[in-house]
């Protein structure tokens, strides 16, 4: 099991800034992907952006050049950059582990944290 406390909620105005935090514990080995989450309310999840055990980083459009993913290995942390923030940022962001187990990939989601923008 991975267990992920996600950090960092907060208020702020459009264009500001804001850094959400995801650390792991657990059996943390074998993790091949952590990601980072939203969901809007009466709107699907969609996934923000990944990091890959061999450090590749990808983002959805509507983040890019604003959103900087990063980790802090020896924290196991993963965090989430966000900048020039908008009026559609606002959502519940969940970290993701993606773990082999057993040659299946499995998620395991944090509790989520609350990003709110406005004026």
């Known amino acids: 099991q991975v267990q992920l406390v996600e950090s960092g909620a907060g208020l702020v105005q459009p264009g500001g800034s804001l850094r959400l935090s995801c650390a792991a514990s657990?059996?943390?080995?074998?993790?091949?992907?952590m990601g980072w989450y939203r969901q809007a309310p009466g709107k699907q999840r969609e996934r923000v952006g990944i990091?890959?055990?061999?450090?590749?980083?990808s983002y959805v459009d509507s983040v890019k050049g604003r959103f900087t993913i990063s980790r802090d290995n020896a924290k196991s942390t993963v965090y989430l950059q966000m900048s020039k923030l908008k009026p559609g940022d606002k959502a519940v962001y969940y970290c993701?582990?993606?773990?082999?187990?057993?040659?299946?990939?499995?998620?395991?989601w944090g509790q989520g944290t609350q990003v709110t923008i406005s004026s």
């Open positions: 990091i890959t055990s061999g450090g590749k980083i």
């Open positions: 993701c582990a993606t773990k082999l187990v057993k040659d299946v990939l499995v998620n395991f």
């Open positions: 657990g059996s943390i080995s074998s993790i091949v992907v």
